[in-house]
């Protein structure tokens, strides 16, 4: 089942995340990896796999300041996904938005860099767990 845009927001959490974690800078864009995917649907069991089992970018590049996700999808399609709601709380961020007639959210620990997201439409649901970091630069000195 291919899953939708929304998914790219989820990208991130559950799993080891370095040290430098730490120190994400919130106001520049950050690089996320998917580690895991579930996919449940209405009377199916529950599939526990990859970014690539329901197709969404193994890294998501999120841009907070234009609440903007873009990503490379497994089958070679480019993905990109606005978020319409952005919370700032004092440990995570906290993103909503519907596309594709499904909704989804997104939680990022601000310190660790963990996140959880999933989306939902009528007859199916997804759960993305990464990790995400700040971006390194190209020639760091």
């Known amino acids: 089942m291919n ?25 520049k864009p950050v690089i996320c990896a998917v580690l895991r995917t579930v996919e449940c649907g209405v009377g199916e069991k529950c599939t526990s ?12 590049r999120i841009d907070l300041g234009r609440r903007r996700m873009t990503g490379l999808r497994p089958s070679g399609e480019q993905a990109a996904t606005t ?33 959880v997201a999933s989306a939902a439409g009528s007859q199916a649901g997804f759960l993305v767990f990464g990790a995400c970091t700040s971006l390194v630069a190209d020639n760091p000195e």
């Open 49 to 60: 796999g990859s970014a690539e089992s329901i197709n969404v970018p193994q890294f998501l």
């Open 3 to 27: 899953v939708l845009r929304p998914l790219l927001l989820a990208a991130c959490a559950a799993g080891p995340v370095s040290t430098l974690a730490a120190t994400i800078d919130w106001s």
């Open 83 to 115: 978020a319409h709601t952005l919370e700032d709380m004092s440990n995570s961020l906290i993103l909503q938005g519907i596309e594709e007639g499904r909704g989804w959210t997104a939680v990022i620990d601000k310190i660790s860099g963990k996140l």
